[in-house]
């Protein structure tokens, strides 16, 4: 188990403290929303995480088949929508690997990022189209 502490800092913005390693990172609500959106708000960090997992867990894949993923990266659109509630409605995936690549490889890669516990924890009313760009 994971803790992690958030103290409210006033002017909707927060700090978050990751336990384990003290690591500390900031949150401050968008300009559509109050906020000055000097920082990452709250569901950008949903996005964030979604992208950082699919890598990750791409990444274990490939250090298994002996496969190179430095350099690949990952581009997550968040899109919001306010009917009925004010909640993320997409997150749109794109993700490009570059190297030499088989269709079993690919098809690996591809299983592992749609694997990822951020994906598979998402509510299926938030669309999550994903897009893989190989050799890029």
Do not use: C, D, F, W
């Given at each position: 188990m994971v803790a992690i502490s958030i103290t409210?800092?006033?002017?909707l913005r927060t700090r978050a403290i990751h336990g384990p390693s003290?690591?500390?990172?900031?949150t401050d609500a968008p300009r559509d929303n109050h906020g000055r959106g000097e920082s990452f708000s709250p569901t950008d960090l949903v996005a964030t995480a979604l992208g950082s997992c699919m890598?990750?867990?791409?990444?274990?894949?490939?250090?298994k088949l002996k496969i190179a993923m430095e350099g690949a990266?990952?581009?997550?659109?968040?899109?919001?929508?306010?009917?009925?509630?004010r909640r993320i409605g997409a997150l749109k995936v794109?993700?490009?690997?570059?190297?030499?690549l088989d269709a079993a490889q690919q098809q690996a890669l591809r299983d592992a990022a749609l694997s990822c516990p951020v994906?598979?924890?998402?509510h299926p009313d938030v669309a999550i189209p994903v897009e893989f760009v190989w050799g890029a």
């Open positions: 409210y800092e006033g002017q003290g690591t500390a990172l900031h890598l990750t867990i791409m990444g274990i894949a490939a250090n990266t990952v581009t997550v659109e968040k899109e919001m929508v306010t009917s009925p509630v794109v993700i490009r690997v570059s190297g030499a994906h598979q924890s998402l």
